[in-house]
């Protein structure tokens, strides 16, 4: 039971990582904390929903789409909200606040009334006996894809021109801008694969629990806590963190009985973050 | 040529309007309270009265954002607190006015650690803060431990409270709601013209300019965070007062944002701001019979446009159009628009 729990709550980690690294990646590179970021996910998910059970498209079709939807949505989002009539970081930030709102009323309007969903089967239902414990097919495709979509993004980052561009600008915005960076397309590079690995979690938690407009807003709270345990800037501080908070949500929802708990939990390890990071900050400051 | 930003992401400064408060606005505010009795039907009345509760709410918000820039969206928390709070102790037999007393009192005091915190943290992460802290209370009053309070996911009737032996109920209620409102409304005007709004509008460009002149930014930070959570908390028992009705999910993150979009599309510098924000954004479409899906959609659409094409909102469009047609009006001062 224990180690069962345990195995839970690594998976769930993981899906919180992948949330911290959206939000990470945005916050580097453009400055703008997405608070839109789970609920885009979401919204793509409901986009390969829609493709398989409504247009009986084959699973596989569908989730070629869906990635390429949120590239598109990325780009659009940039385009049309982000980059017009530009303001300072917390400006953009409560842009996607009006993203995140607008986002789920077009769920709630289109797929509201059904909802909950079973998410089409992307990995077999079942589980495999790993040394007495049995794991689900869903827990290790999320273990496996975060594996991937985290080296992925490291190896665009460190091994690519555009990556190269990213830190730059996550570097020095200012100086990058100067030796001639372009600036606009990197933001709307960073914006599409923000979008896209939101895609993809909101895909994975449909799997894993259910599919329905608001099934993120756990996650979004756990991803920010995970996100600012990383101090903003590292997903190797973020995945073990959201893979802790992960396993002490678990913990908690098994052996307290109270649900609501994981919750407090998620908020406690969130201020807690946020308060570490403010003294770090302060301390570089001084020194 | 490729366009560049040259805004590196600090956070130190924020792009919001200086306060723009003055008497005419107050007196168009009592005058519309005055007019609107006799213009609307029963119905429509109380859809009014709700709205100029949640205005009340949309103040708070836009106090804290005018004043320090600090992003409080933990208001609906504290509304829901407030009302649950006031709700208990009339259940329990307490005087109308003493329950709304010792509820605003105990939001205030709930918010005193929040109010630590922003003094720590930077507006981003207190913003973070406050939207998880009000998932965490709606939830928590939804399903959970606090259930036999806040009657879980169905929410309780709020009884109409009695004051000097006469329910407040229909005109009555409106009259409470209404000079709850416009006495919120004044007393946000009279902080910003008190030594405590010049030292905030201090703090908003520069605290260590305001540490400089000997003001004590962290404790002036904690009280207007309690100061902003009073008015969320008198806020969210005025809509228990005016729609008779109280239930957690009313108050979730959807309203935090819808809240900050009223105080930012009225224009959260000026004083009636968050009132002509609130009749845009909740009392109108509630008129038009949307469906609450309908409305937020429709707020997240007002809200993303006012952001990009109205940074100043709705009053502070109207106040720079005032100045570009009229030459008598000075640049730069206020317009007397409240």
């Not at chain 1, 992307?122 to 869903?138: E, H």
């Not at chain 2, 709606?138 to 329910?167: C, D, R, W, Y």
């Amino acid at each position: 039971m224990l180690l069962e729990t345990l195995v839970g709550g690594i998976a769930l980690g993981f899906v919180y990582g992948l949330v911290a690294l959206t939000l990470i990646l945005l916050v580097r590179t453009t400055g703008v904390l997405n608070f839109a970021a789970a609920d885009l996910g979401m919204f793509c998910a409901f986009i390969g929903f829609a493709a398989t059970a409504t247009w009986h498209v084959s699973l596989l079709l569908a989730m070629a789409a869906t990635a390429v939807m949120a590239f598109a949505l990325g780009a659009l989002l940039y385009l049309t909200i982000i980059l017009p009539r530009t303001a300072d970081p917390l400006m953009l930030s409560l842009r996607t606040l009006g993203i995140l709102i607008v986002v789920r009323a077009l769920a709630q309007r289109e797929w509201g009334r059904g909802a909950p969903y079973e998410f089409p089967p992307i990995v077999p239902d079942g589980a495999i006996n790993v040394l007495g414990l049995n794991v689900s097919y869903v827990q290790i495709a999320i273990i496996v894809v975060t594996f991937i979509v985290a080296l992925a993004v490291a190896m665009l980052t460190q091994w690519t021109r555009i990556g190269l561009m990213l830190r730059a600008i996550s570097s020095d915005r200012e100086a990058a801008s100067e030796l001639g960076v372009p600036v606009i397309r990197v933001d709307l590079v960073a914006w599409c694969l923000a979008t896209l690995v939101a895609g993809i979690v909101g895909v994975l938690v449909a799997r894993l629990n259910y599919l329905s407009p608001d099934m993120m807003q756990p996650i979004l709270l756990a991803g920010f806590a995970a996100a600012q345990l990383g101090d903003m800037r590292s997903i190797r501080a973020a995945l073990p963190a959201g893979i802790a908070l992960g396993i002490l949500q678990s913990a908690s929802s098994v052996y307290l009985n109270q649900p609501e708990w994981s919750q407090v939990l998620a908020f406690a390890m969130l201020a807690i973050g946020l308060l570490m990071r403010s003294r770090l900050q302060r301390r570089v400051v001084a020194t | 040529m490729q366009r560049t930003r040259s805004s590196a992401p600090s956070l130190r400064r924020i792009d919001l309007p200086l306060v723009q408060h003055s008497h005419a606005g107050l007196l168009i505010l009592l005058l519309c309270v005055v007019v609107v009795p006799f213009v609307l039907s029963d119905y429509q009345l109380t859809l009014f009265a709700t709205g100029l509760a949640y205005s009340v709410g949309v103040l708070g918000v836009a106090v804290g954002l005018a004043s320090v820039g600090m992003l409080a969206l933990t208001q609906p928390a504290m509304m829901l607190i407030g009302a649950d709070t006031a709700l208990v102790l009339t259940e329990r037999g307490w005087p109308f006015f003493a329950a709304v007393v010792v509820a605003i009192a105990i939001s205030m005091i709930i918010a005193l650690p929040l109010g630590w915190l922003t003094s720590r943290l930077d507006r981003f992460s207190f913003g973070v803060l406050g939207f998880a802290f009000t998932y965490l209370v709606s939830s928590l009053m939804s399903s959970g431990i606090f259930v036999s309070i806040s009657g879980g996911e169905l929410g309780k009737p709020f009884p109409a409270g009695v004051i000097a032996g006469i329910p407040l109920q229909q005109i009555a209620g409106y009259a409470v709601v209404g000079t709850a409102a416009v006495g919120s409304f004044a007393s946000a005007s009279l902080m910003f013209r008190s030594t405590m709004g010049r030292m905030l509008l201090v703090m908003r460009q520069d605290d260590i300019v305001a540490s400089a002149f000997g003001v004590n930014t962290e404790w002036l930070r904690i009280v207007l965070t309690a100061i902003v959570s009073g008015y969320g908390a008198l806020s969210g028992i005025l809509v228990g007062q005016a729609s008779g009705y109280v239930a957690p999910p009313q108050f979730d993150v959807s309203l935090s944002i819808v809240l900050l979009a009223a105080a930012l599309v009225g224009g959260a510098a000026h004083l009636i701001g968050p009132f002509i924000g609130t009749i845009i954004l909740q009392v109108l479409p509630a008129l038009a019979n949307l469906s609450q899906v309908d409305r937020n959609f429709a707020t997240g659409l007002i809200l993303l446009m006012c952001l990009i094409l109205l940074p100043n909102g709705v009053l502070g469009a109207a106040g720079d159009l005032i100045r570009t047609l009229g030459p008598n009006y000075p640049n730069g001062g206020a317009t007397g628009d409240g």
